[in-house]
């Protein structure tokens, strides 16, 4: 098998097909949407392979690439599988990140000079007359600048593509709801442009259309005067078009093997599945999907940060720049009624799922005088890859995190709103130093301080709500401070529930793995001994299951990775640790 590169973070499909670079072919969907739809408008999380997939578009159907058409796509399905519209259009390509979102004027300048920039390169790229271009220049205005173009582009065959569609609506919404509603309102600048659209796809100039973006925000307000899209994004027919399935993760994993023969081994390649899967699998954006899928840009970061001469993993699972994608938005969880919304995300937290009905557009109160509720927060986060389908059960729908890429990012989500709502700050520093004594001489003590001083801050603001469940959410905040371990919390073993573990992680090795068992007590009186033997007794009954004799057998020859178990009982306002043997 010949070597070949890991495009991570390329979105160019020419690039990427003459560099030699790895590529999962998806072109299958390219026919399928032929067959089904026009005016496509596709929806996933960052990071998922959408650009990649508008590109793809692009160099299949732009008339300009014919030459090269056959050299591009003879391998791939679409081109052992034409489709009639090959090649026959002129492209019109937008995207519409990077827009400076500060102000109603900048955004409208930055908007605005995306559009000039977007139809000045057509009409140069497909060689018209230097008096259309000086026409198109003469128009000061987003809205008359469409207008002039599908003026000039009145005979032709229009394939209009638009990446990042919601981009600096999304920015913008997460910070300043009045800005937003004027933009994408009655009368604002986005509606204009998107009514313009809808006037060309009624001359006939532009056929089909593709868009594509993260969020369902803006979609109201565009259908208002751009009532032609259909929104593809929970058809089952299209659940696979961006991400990998596990069989495209199995072919993106085998270039590893090359270097590492041991990934060769069937136990290896399990044991490297199982871990991806935990990572960064687990989406269902339709109900009636058959496969999961993974995050493509997060499986490519690892299959690239994979240190080859060690054969381990990456010592980070989620690259920092799409750990700030994720970040900024999470600004959205502000939008609407901030409480509710948190209640959303403690009862992700507490309980792994939540019920709601699936939204497929919101209007955030723009053309009704409905607001923001709770099935559209819930739908928001399934768009944003915060939450995913797991079963529909009769009108509802039930959502679970996605990943542990994802709860990891909730529970430091969790830990800024722990800090800014009970007014105190984690000492994370010494946390990170208190877990990091765990993991190589087994030294409870700081951990079980550190763990201490927060118990207590919190307690003294709201101990009546202080519950096990709690107790729980705030070991795991904590815990995920640091990095180097997995945190597996209530894993089934054997069909009983460890509350939480604490296990080693590639590239990292550590001297001990942990094993916590967690028991809530109202009060510190005679019912403490008893929860504290209860739960004793429960680590003990794990102790004896096959797989946890196994974990707690792992390298003992070499003194690492050694299991340790400890009971964590609790008033709400004092704790105590109890190792059991």
Known sequence: ??????????????????????????????????NQVDYAIFLRPRRFGKSLFVSTLWYYYDENYQDIWRDLFADLYIGQHPTALKSAYKILFLEFSGIVTESH?????????????????????????KGDIQRLSERDTP???????FEITKEDKIYLLIDEYDHFANSILGSDFNLFKDIVGKGGFVRSFYETIKTATQKGIVERLFITGVTPITLDSLTSGFNIGDNISNDNAFNEMAGFTLSETQVVLETLQQDCPELKHEANQNKLIQDITHFYNGYKFSIGAENSIYNASLLMYFVKKFDRKKCQYPIKMLDSNIASDYGKIMQLFTIGDKESNYAVLNELIYEGEVLATLKDNFNFGLSTEDGF?????????????????????????KFVIPNYVIKHLYFNYFQIETEQRNQLKFNTQKIENALFELAINNEVSPFENELKKVIHLLSNRDLQNFHEKHLQTLLLTILNIS?????????????????????????????????????FCKKKDKDWEQKKQQGIEQIKGYLKLEDIKALSQQKEALLKGMLKSYLIISNGDDLEMVLVE
Request: charged share 25%.
């Open 1 to 34: 098998m010949k070597q070949e590169k890991i495009p991570y973070g390329v979105s160019n499909f020419k690039q990427l097909m003459q560099n030699n670079s790895l590529y999962i072919d998806k072109t299958r969907f390219i026919e399928t949407l032929e």
């Open 105 to 129: 004027d900048s955004t409208y300048q930055g908007f605005s000079n995306k559009i000039e920039d977007a139809l000045r390169g057509f009409l140069e790229r497909y060689h018209y007359s």
């Open 143 to 149: 809205e008359t600048q469409m207008n002039t173009f």
């Open 373 to 397: 509720d709770r099935d559209e927060f819930i739908s928001l986060l399934l768009a944003m890859g915060f939450v995913t389908i797991k079963e529909q059960l009769l009108n509802k729908i």
């Open 483 to 519: 990095d180097f371990y997995f945190i597996k919390s209530e894993t089934e073993v054997n069909k009983k529930y460890p509350d939480i573990m604490l296990l080693q992680r590639s590239p990292f090795e550590v001297n001990y793995q942990y094993l916590f068992e967690l028991k």
